[in-house]
């Protein structure tokens, strides 16, 4: 009987531990799209990875090639990943990292939206669009 005890216990701290580390932001979504950089060469492929910190709250890092030069601008976002308003603040690479703000909304699943410079006379740089 104690061993059939200690295996439910056991069992027990197992799901309650695997219950709280889903809950404390561990889930990742992953979506793929496309981004449009206003006044530079065409259009081309992103990946995001959404990774869950509190409802509603993310951190976020966008995955893309810009003129063969690969690319991860990273940063946190507010909002729903399936329906509803989204918006994030992300920090380029390189030499001279700068802010971009991304906002739009989310229905079905898919975001379309624009991203900018950030700063109140933040520049829009173009369109984002991601699918589940």
């Not at 893309?64 to 507010?78: I, K, M, P, Q």
Request: aromatic share 10%; proline share 4%; glycine share 12%.
């Amino acid at each position: 009987m104690k061993n059939v005890a200690r295996c439910a216990l056991v069992l027990t701290l197992v799901l309650l531990t695997s219950a709280l580390w889903a809950s404390d932001g561990m889930a990742v979504k992953t979506m793929t799209g496309e981004y449009l950089w206003n006044r530079q060469d065409g259009p081309g492929p992103i990946k995001a990875e959404f990774v869950a910190t509190d409802d509603n709250q993310w951190n976020v890092s966008f995955y893309f090639n810009f003129r063969d030069v690969d690319h991860v601008y990273s940063g946190t976002a507010t909002g729903s990943l399936s329906h509803g308003e989204l918006r994030g603040e992300v920090m380029s690479d390189g030499e001279r990292p700068q802010p971009f703000v991304f906002e739009g909304t989310v229905e079905s699943g898919t975001f379309t939206g624009t991203h900018r410079t950030e700063g109140e006379d933040g520049e829009e740089t173009g369109t984002l669009t991601l699918h589940p």
